[in-house]
């Protein structure tokens, strides 16, 4: 998994490499006092989320933007080895 941004709570989001089908695996984890961690996995270009886990629907309907704002960085990162192998111009 590669890194891509952790938010001003402590939120993290990875993501992993492009796979052969185009798709990629976007990984959320926030750490929580009472339960360790809450977490969740986005599959993009599809938005498909699954193993959500301790998100309420407010904290989830703000990650889905986030993704959607930031999906195409991600895939782009993605297909070249995360961000810090990006080339910036």
Known sequence: MFPYITLNDDT???HSEMK?????KVYIETPDEEDGFHSAVCWLPDYTLENVQGY???EM????RLGHNNAHLILEYARDGGILSATTV
């Not at 052969?20 to 990629?24: C, F, H, L, M, Y």
């Not at 309907?61 to 889905?64: D, M, S």
């Open 12 to 14: 993290e989001i990875t």
């Open 20 to 24: 052969p089908d185009g798709r990629v």
């Open 61 to 64: 309907a703000h990650h889905h």
């Open 56 to 58: 309420s629907e407010s």
